[in-house]
């Protein structure tokens, strides 16, 4: 029991650790989004209050009336590495978090869709490009303010046609060639941008 409490206490540390740095993550100053770590405290079905409970693992927020335990998991995003000849797309956020920073373009998988349609989906949505054959590269997971964690897909899109124009979430879409890239707001993009570059440079 002390292994198990021992490691959930080194979890939880190492978990504040990374909100510590998904903080200082971005680069402006001009970014403002103060919201609570993702919490289960209430039944999202039935509204009672949830209570830890040991589901054989581990205590976790479990609803009595719907016999049902509540996960914190990590919520999986994708984002799309658009190259023109040696120049990569990317985007510059209208949105918190990290307002006003530069990211690849990309966003939450939404459910009911697979990972390469939401990477498909959130690249035509804030730059206006169609892209196919969307092709994976590589993962990373960044802590997340907002919902806990994000583990980030990142996929190559192999084809793809259009201009790119500001729409949805962006202020600015445009091509970067390696050494006028700007920096990226979150580590998950520099991590994926990192692959991608030795995959091209291989
Ligand atoms: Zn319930």
Redesign the pocket.
């Known amino acids: 029991m002390w292994v198990r409490e021992h490691s959930r206490k080194a979890r939880r540390l190492a978990f504040t650790r990374g909100l510590e740095k998904d903080r200082q993550d971005c680069y402006s100053d001009a970014m403002s989004f103060d919201v609570r770590t993702f919490e289960w405290n209430f039944?999202p079905?039935?509204?009672?209050r949830l209570a830890m409970t040991y589901d054989g693992e581990q205590p976790r927020p479990h609803?009595a009336?719907?016999t049902?335990f509540f996960y914190s998991n990590p919520v999986p995003a994708a984002c799309g590495l658009v190259a023109n000849g040696n120049a990569l797309l990317l985007v510059r956020r209208a949105v918190p978090p990290c307002l006003g920073e530069w990211s690849l373009p990309g966003g939450f998988v939404e459910l009911g869709e697979t990972t390469d349609e939401a990477v498909l989906r959130e690249l035509e949505e804030e730059t206006g490009i169609r892209g196919a054959r969307p092709r994976l590269i590589g993962a990373s997971t960044q802590p997340s303010q907002l919902s806990g964690a994000v583990v980030v897909m990142g996929y190559v899109i192999e084809e793809w046609d259009g201009e790119p124009l500001a729409r949805s979430d962006v202020s600015e879409a445009r091509f970067f060639t390696r050494p006028q890239r700007p920096p990226l707001a979150f580590q998950a993009h520099r991590d994926l941008v990192a692959i991608y570059d030795a995959l091209e440079s291989a």
Do not use: I, L
Not at 45 to 48: D, K, L, Q, R, S
């Open positions: 039944c079905t039935c509204g009672a609803c009336a719907c049902r």
